[in-house]
């Protein structure tokens, strides 16, 4: 079993910027595809980012590409968003998740084995 903790998450004004950490409870994290999803009140839960196991690729959604990047700390059982130019249309509860077997549908929640519980990102206008 692995544990996800997530953190960073807060009140912005739009054009700011925020980093959300996620902590994992794993020897075997490096094993793991990380990803970053988001579900904003009333919407569907949709994908942001995904990082491979070395960080050798990244994955964005149309929405943050160019202003969120995702990163890894392998040592530190960590993984990154670093959100900038923030808009009032990226509030929402950010999940981090993790998978070992997730190939090319890394923008599908199913795939991921473990989720966190989530930050709340909120922007204002």
């Known amino acids: 079993q692995v544990q996800l903790v997530e953190s960073g998450g807060g009140l912005v004004q739009a054009g700011g910027s925020l980093r959300l950490s996620c902590a994992a409870s794993t020897r075997s994290f490096s094993s793991y595809v990380m990803a970053w999803f988001r579900q904003a009140p009333g919407k569907e839960r949709e994908f942001a980012a995904a990082i491979t196991w070395t960080a050798w690729r990244t994955y964005y959604s149309d929405s943050v590409k160019g202003r969120f990047t995702i990163s890894r700390d392998n040592a530190k059982n960590t993984v990154y968003l670093q959100m900038n130019s923030l808009k009032p249309e990226d509030t929402a509860v950010y999940y981090c998740?993790?998978?070992?077997?997730?190939?090319?549908?890394?923008?599908?929640?199913?795939?991921?084995?473990?989720w966190g519980q989530g930050t709340q990102v909120t922007v204002s206008s």
């Open positions: 998740a993790a998978g070992r077997h997730v190939g090319s549908d890394y923008k599908e929640g199913p795939v991921y084995d473990y």
